[in-house]
């Protein structure tokens, strides 16, 4: 059974409003997840590293204040798309290290459309 | 930087048929290299890996090897079966400290049907 899970798998929102993703673990404490998306036909891009209780690290050319990324606690990281445009459309990914072997594990993930 | 790159799909293969899902790589440092499968309404799932040159990774059938002369990691079975059909990604990580060992630089993903 999974091991990381993601809500929504499936979201619509209107341009200009925000959108949360969530990241849970399971069965296990997460300090550290990350975040990846994929457009159409490009590969899988890391966004950021997210890191409980510290800031995210984003990659370059990531928006910091459009994708807020919240790891409040060991078991769930956020994403939050503020003010979505359509170009944001995308799908968005989450994995999260297993400490015991240190074994990635990768969400469902969630398929955003703006409209 | 670091690139992965894989053959693109749809590929549409009869049962029993053999795949290969052709992978190349361009990394800074020496990369462990990775293919994830991700099944209709699943998370991407480790499918195998490998961390030095000449070593192959297999489960399920499906086999790769990592080859350093040609920047390569081929994905390949012998008998693929309708169960099979999924997106298969190539992918790597470079060995820095922390949490950065486990940033994964993805390939586009190969969409594979098997049809009976």
């Known amino acids: 059974g999974a091991v990381v899970s993601q809500h929504p798998s499936r979201v ?22 990350f975040w990846y998306r994929q457009f159409p036909k490009k590969s899988l891009m890391l966004m950021a590293t997210s890191n409980e209780g510290s800031k995210a690290t984003y990659e ?11 790891h409040a606690s060991l078991t769930l990281s956020t994403l939050t798309v503020t003010s979505a445009h359509p ?18 594990y990768f969400g469902e993930g969630s398929w955003l459309t703006v409209v | ?3 992965v790159t894989q053959m693109e799909g749809p590929v549409t293969l009869s049962e ?3 795949l290969t899902i052709n992978c190349t790589y361009t990394a800074t440092g020496y990369p462990s290299l990775f293919w994830y499968v991700q099944y209709p309404g699943e998370g991407l799932q480790l499918l195998l890996k ?37 997106v298969y990604f190539c992918a790597l990580s470079v060995p820095y400290s922390g949490a950065g060992s486990y940033q994964l ?12």
């Not at chain 1, 200009?16 to 300090?31: H, M, N, P, W």
């Open chain 1, 12 to 33: 619509i929102c209107k341009s200009g409003t925000s959108v949360k993703i969530e990241c849970r673990s399971l069965d296990f404490q997460a300090t550290t997840m």
């Open chain 1, 60 to 70: 370059q050319g990531v928006e910091k204040d459009k994708f807020l990324i919240n």
């Open chain 1, 87 to 104: 170009e944001d459309s995308s799908f968005y990914i989450c994995s999260a290290i297993k400490g015991i072997g240190n074994t990635i």
């Open chain 2, 1 to 3: 930087g670091n690139s």
């Open chain 2, 16 to 18: 029993e048929a053999f």
């Open chain 2, 50 to 86: 490998a961390t030095k040159a000449d070593d192959k990774g297999s489960n399920k059938g499906f086999e790769a090897t990592y080859r350093k002369e040609t920047t390569s990691f081929h994905l390949e079975k012998g008998s693929v079966q309708v169960s099979d059909s999924a």
């Open chain 2, 105 to 116: 630089t993805f390939g586009k993903g190969t969409k594979l049907s098997v049809i009976p």
